[in-house]
């Protein structure tokens, strides 16, 4: 199971206790009403969606009920570090994202464990 | 003549035991959904008799009540003896701190014997050991499809708060997981 580092309860966490809740770092514009559609659209609808390092809202929904901030790795999944809400965006060093990379093509943690051959049997 | 209305609980009459572990429906208890921010806590103190624990996972007990940390401004607490807690929360207004009754939507089922930290891992994904979760320790979490706080009473004991209405998958679901612990 993936384990979650909660800032608030201060330990490793099990995913079932946790929901995520969407991109990170969404200021809500001060002056909502006079906005423009496409403004609105922008700020409610309109997300990075990166491949590599994302920050995401995560909720401790089953546990201290705190939302958090959390910067991961989109292809591998992989958690690089979570800290609390309101806290500025860390800033992410090579070294940590090379920590969470997923595997490049072609080596052997990268390839799916079942192929099927060309006469349709398993390999 | 006629006796005035009696309040039921909604696990009354039910027991289960088996090698290693019992299963008992907790006696009514006061509870209370405390949530305060730093300049609350010494009204919470006050009324209290001591300090609400800071410290993830930690609890502190005083005489009847026990005051579970739950979040960052979230507690729990279970007063056994009814010794007025509500009213005396009342009392104090609620402009620095919020106090809610809760005594009727929790239920509790108190968990013993050998085999406790088994029946509970079988739906629970915390790390049940008592390194990591000790003797008064809790926390709030899930069992199964339910969410749970967990209270640590002893080595062998817990006790299982879940919310009334999901009371019955509860004690069904660690009946299972005794069964076959
Ligand atoms: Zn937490």
Not at chain 1, 24 to 36: D, T, V, Y
Not at chain 1, 59 to 78: L, P, Q, Y
Not at chain 2, 153 to 172: I, K, L, M
């Amino acid at each position: 199971m993936l384990l979650i580092h909660c800032p608030y309860c201060e330990e490793e966490r099990p995913e079932l206790e946790f929901r995520g809740a969407g991109e990170a770092h969404i200021a809500r514009p001060a002056n909502m009403a006079e906005i423009s559609d496409a403004d609105f659209e922008k700020f409610f609808f309109i997300r990075d969606n990166e491949k590599g390092v994302v920050y995401e809202r995560w909720r401790h929904i089953h546990g201290c009920g705190r939302f958090f901030n959390a910067a991961r790795h989109s292809v591998s999944d992989k958690f690089i570090m979570t800290y609390k809400a309101g806290e500025k965006k860390p800033k992410i060093t090579k070294t940590q994202i090379d920590a969470v990379k997923p595997p490049a093509k072609g080596t052997p943690a990268n390839e799916p464990v079942w192929t099927v051959g060309g006469k349709g049997e398993a390999k | 003549m006629s006796k005035v209305a009696q309040r039921t609980g909604p696990l009354d009459g039910r027991n289960f035991g088996t090698t290693g572990v019992t299963l008992t429906p907790a006696a009514a208890a006061t509870r209370i959904s405390l949530r305060a921010r730093e300049d609350g806590l010494a009204t919470a103190k006050k009324i209290l008799g001591f300090a609400p624990p800071g410290k993830p996972k930690s609890s502190a007990t005083k005489g009847s009540i026990n005051c579970l940390w739950i979040g960052p401004d979230e507690w729990l607490v279970i007063d056994a003896d009814d010794s007025g807690l509500p009213a005396k929360f009342a009392k104090e207004g609620n402009t620095k701190l919020s106090a809610v009754e809760i005594s009727h939507r929790n239920t509790a089922i108190l968990l013993e014997g050998a085999k406790a930290v088994d029946v509970l891992n079988s739906g629970c994904p915390q790390d049940l050991s008592s390194a990591s979760f000790p003797v008064g320790a809790c926390s709030r979490t899930i069992l199964g499809k339910s969410e749970i706080v967990l209270y640590r009473t002893g080595e062998h004991a817990f006790r299982v708060e879940c919310w009334r209405s999901f009371s019955d998958y509860v004690w069904s679901f660690l009946m299972d997981a005794a069964k076959s612990a």
